[in-house]
């Protein structure tokens, strides 16, 4: 069980937009402002979505952004499409493990 | 453009030692500014950080690993390893190698390898 906690899927209908969550504590997310967001497709490596302070690798539409209240972080997707459809993950750093960590990973559904 | 590439065996027996190598081409691991790091994904689920090294070869790992993970440098042929020692099934995994990113906001993995299929089984 991941000590970042996200929604397992996740679904919208292409031009509308979706939030994912990544749900933390004290320890992580409560305290440090870096928490970034990663894109996988199947059978690939993670990519690098959005860095801690909002910004966005070269390439990466901003249709895409995130944001971080209290303990925990969100991605936002707007204007779904259907080549959003893969899975995302959270990552962050917690004290108490002394270990970076990530979230269990949502899979984006485009219906 | 940074390019990493995992290499080594597929397949360990039970017990021995998983052995990774990772070649990185398109960046010095003498110049620093990075660090360089090792991530599991095991089938079907999440992600794991194992550890990272510096250009300096301090090294971090994941205390749920630290017993049995070695991560080391050659600078001489741009490569970075991993060691696993006694492996069982549970590490049955996708094994990246990717480049640490360190900035004020904390460290991130900016580039990655495209990953190596191992499995644990005799």
């Known amino acids: 069980q991941s000590v970042l906690t996200q929604p397992p899927s996740v679904s919208g209908v292409p031009g509308q937009g979706v939030t994912i969550s990544c749900t933390g504590s004290?320890?992580?997310?409560?305290?440090?402002?870096?928490v970034y967001w990663y894109q996988q497709f199947p059978g690939t490596a993670p990519k690098l979505l959005l860095s801690?302070?909002?910004n966005r690798p070269s390439g990466v539409p901003d249709r895409f952004s995130a944001s971080k209240s209290d303990t925990s972080a969100y991605l936002a997707i707007t204007g779904l499409q259907a080549e959003d459809e893969a899975d995302y993950y959270c990552q962050s750093y917690d004290s108490s493990l002394s270990a970076i960590i990530f979230g269990g990973g949502t899979k984006l559904t485009v219906l | 453009q940074v390019q990493l590439q995992e290499s080594g065996p597929g397949l360990v027996k039970p017990s021995q030692t998983l052995s990774l190598t990772c070649t990185v081409s398109?960046?010095?691991?003498?110049?620093?500014?990075?660090?360089w790091t090792w991530i599991r994904q095991h089938p079907g689920k999440g992600l794991e950080w194992m550890g990272h090294i510096s250009y300096s070869t301090a090294t971090y790992y994941n205390p749920s690993l630290r017993s049995r993970v070695a991560i080391s440098l050659d600078k001489s042929k741009n490569q970075f390893s991993l060691r696993l020692t006694s492996s069982t099934a549970a590490d049955t995994a996708t094994y990246y190698c990717?480049?640490?990113?360190?900035?004020?906001?904390?460290?991130?993995?900016?580039?990655w390898g495209q990953g190596m299929v191992v499995t644990v089984s005799s």
């Open positions: 990717a480049r640490v990113s360190v900035g004020s906001f904390g460290s991130h993995f900016d580039r």
């Open positions: 801690g302070n909002n």
């Open positions: 398109g960046d010095s691991l003498r110049s620093g500014g990075y660090y």
């Open positions: 004290s320890s992580n997310i409560g305290t440090y402002n870096g």
